[in-house]
């Protein structure tokens, strides 16, 4: 295994989520008195690693047709845009 790409991952992943709309439905199923805890950890955490999962496949399938390269361009652009577009949508209110 090599550490060096599992820890990237991890942090890339980790630092991408905090606070993302999946982690704040996460956390109002967890306020619910009646609801267990245990079980909303274990249904986000099955629901991360599913997803996590099609991610992987898509881009072995991806990967076939476009170049590696390309496709870090194209996810870097994608979060400059992203980021503009908060930028624009912020100053406007």
Request: contains cysteine.
């Amino acid at each position: 295994m090599d550490l060096k790409l599992f820890f990237t991952v991890f942090g890339t992943v980790l630092l991408a989520e905090i606070g993302d709309k999946t982690q704040l439905a996460t956390l109002l199923y967890a306020t619910g008195a009646e609801n267990s805890r245990f079980t909303v950890f274990l249904g986000s955490a099955l629901a991360l690693v599913c997803a996590s999962a099609v991610a992987v496949l898509v881009g072995l399938v991806v990967a076939k047709y476009v170049n590696p390269k390309h496709l870090a361009w194209m996810a870097g652009l994608g979060f400059i845009a992203v980021g503009i577009w908060t930028i624009i949508k912020g100053v406007q209110q």
